[in-house]
């Protein structure tokens, strides 16, 4: 044995104080659960609406403590997570806000940001003070509550902040954080952001959605591995999904018309018995499809 | 210990004597692996176009042995299972035919069933000898070749028997013997089989490959597990699919319509903001999806 080796202990100051996580859920449990195991903040609190939630998570040792009022937050809290559903994370940020030291760094881990910067605008935009970054980590399950949340959810995945109107130190701390997690992290405007979700996120849940949805009863025995695994997404909980999709109706829209308009030449090519075109297309998404798996190794 | 309990031991007598396979890739190969293992044929013959393949499939414990010429297969052979791409089991069944047995059993593993019979329909017909029966295993994977074969592959899966105009005997020996490898069986006409399959196998594949197709480059990097599962059958290999999608084109054809339609039933909640017609989308897809988990388990 050599003695000389790094040690692997936890680092002596971790990068917050107080992490406050506003719903803790599948997400929100597994932000407190990495920065617990991972040493990123000293102690985690839980924030929601409903006590014996949060009662139980911490009996589960998911959070430390929990508060429901905000003037029970802790004075030394410098993390604000809101881990809400997408429709309720601007509510969350103006009901905690007041209560917060102004030097708190707030984030969130919303699918969309468009809609959220607008309904934030006066108080983290150019005008605003609150030290505001978009996050939007992309990992999750098709499981909710904190009974399914993993410190080990954000390895390896990609985590998108969103820079708009903010202080480059409020930046480099929040891409600090979610590397901390496990995360790599990729800047892109709000904007920028909904349209690359839109395609990548939320036209896959549409497609699996409307393609489970015509599945007929008497076929179901001859659905195979295909079936399942292309409509795989379509099981996650449809009520957070219509919030996410309405709050980027436009993108998604645009990406659904991209879908149909690709479906369309799948089917010109089939009527016209265009061998070759037809090739082509399948070809394109074999190649495109592989590069995914072969970027992820 | 008692010694009274049924003995797990191969039966006495296997259900075939000598099953020839024509085509030992993936399929092939796992139809061929499994017989063995289950002691479902005394002998299993390799056939194809490729001695080096064959001899290497023999050598890996796949096939007992192979032939190249019809004029080498055994006159024993009782079961022909075609294994070839669907453009081609036709030509295969036509080459093979007139060498074998006039009892031998023949069947195939193709995954559409109209044309094929449309294509044999002088022999295998209400006017031909041939006992033929279609079958289609809904088992597979994303890789070709022997190397990636299975014994296990069919276990616990459905496959497809097309009765029309045969003898029943032919029909329940073909029953047993996918039986015998692990599979359930369900009897469709071709053209029932064909149009359900079209839904539950073309369709996500097209609509797979469809998505990948169309995601540029640079999102890649914010593409998560939904985008993957939704669009990984698009992995297959292009050259096999597009014999299945035009050896269906009618059916396939409209199944995208359909999935047209109800993709447009989603732009159509979103433009007018009618969240309770999104909500109702989403679950029918929701609803449906983990109802086929609920059957699988």
Chains 1, 2 share one sequence.
Request: with cysteine; aromatic share 4%; hydrophobic share 45%.
């Amino acid at each position: 044995m050599k003695s000389d080796l790094p040690t692997l202990s936890a680092p002596a100051t971790p990068l917050f104080d107080t992490l406050l996580v506003y719903g803790v859920g599948l997400l929100g449990g597994s932000v407190a659960l990495a920065a617990k195991s991972r040493h990123v903040a000293r102690h985690i609190v839980g924030m929601g609406r409903h006590a014996e939630r949060l009662s139980a998570a911490q009996r589960a040792g998911v959070i430390d403590s929990y508060c429901i009022d905000p003037a029970q937050i802790p004075p030394q809290t410098d993390l604000f997570v809101a881990a809400a559903p997408v429709d309720r994370i601007a509510g969350v940020i103006r009901e905690v806000i007041p209560a917060l030291n102004p030097n708190c760094l707030v984030t969130d881990v919303g699918s969309t940001k468009v809609e959220l910067a607008a309904h934030l605008a006066d108080l983290t935009g150019e005008q605003g003070t609150i030290p505001f970054v978009g996050s939007h980590p992309i990992a999750g399950g098709d499981k909710a509550g904190f009974e399914h949340a993993s410190g080990d959810l954000f390895i390896g995945r990609t985590c998108v902040i969103c820079p708009d109107h903010v202080v480059e130190s409020a930046v480099l701390k929040t891409e600090q954080f979610w590397q901390a997690l496990g995360m790599q992290t990729v800047r892109m405007s709000a904007q920028e952001h909904d349209e690359a979700l839109a395609t990548t996120s939320h036209l896959p849940h549409v497609a699996a959605a409307a393609l489970a949805g015509i599945l007929p009863d008497e076929w179901q025995i001859v659905t195979g591995a295909g079936f399942r695994d292309t409509s795989r997404v379509a099981m996650g909980p449809s009520e957070l999904w219509v919030s996410i999709l309405e709050s980027n109706w436009e993108p998604v829209v645009q990406s659904l018309e991209r879908l149909q308009n690709q479906l369309g030449a799948f089917i010109q090519a089939l009527k016209t018995n265009d061998s070759q075109k037809l090739l082509e297309l399948l070809q394109a998404g074999e190649i495109r499809r592989k590069q995914l798996d072969i970027d992820e190794s």
